[in-house]
């Protein structure tokens, strides 16, 4: 059901079924829960912006400009 799932939303079916019958990529995603953690992020949705900044829950779209607006002012 699940590859039936990803394979309508243009997913590789076959990938999927295999990823879900072993634990090929098990170590990426516990990689991956640390990092966000080590980060403070305990909720969903959490956006990363620009590798650095974790912006938690839905937010009004003044904060959305205003995290634009001071990443695009920041130094490269």
């Given at each position: ?8 939303a243009g997913m ?65």
């Amino acid at each position: 059901m699940l590859a039936d799932i990803a394979d309508g939303a243009g997913m590789d079916a076959s990938i999927v079924t295999r990823l879900l019958a072993s634990d090929a990529d098990l170590q990426e995603i516990v990689d991956r829960d640390a990092a966000a953690r080590a980060m403070g992020i305990t909720s969903v949705p959490t956006f990363i912006v620009a590798g650095q900044h974790a912006v938690p829950g839905a937010q009004p779209p003044e904060l959305w400009a205003q995290v634009i607006a001071e990443l695009s002012s920041a130094p490269a």
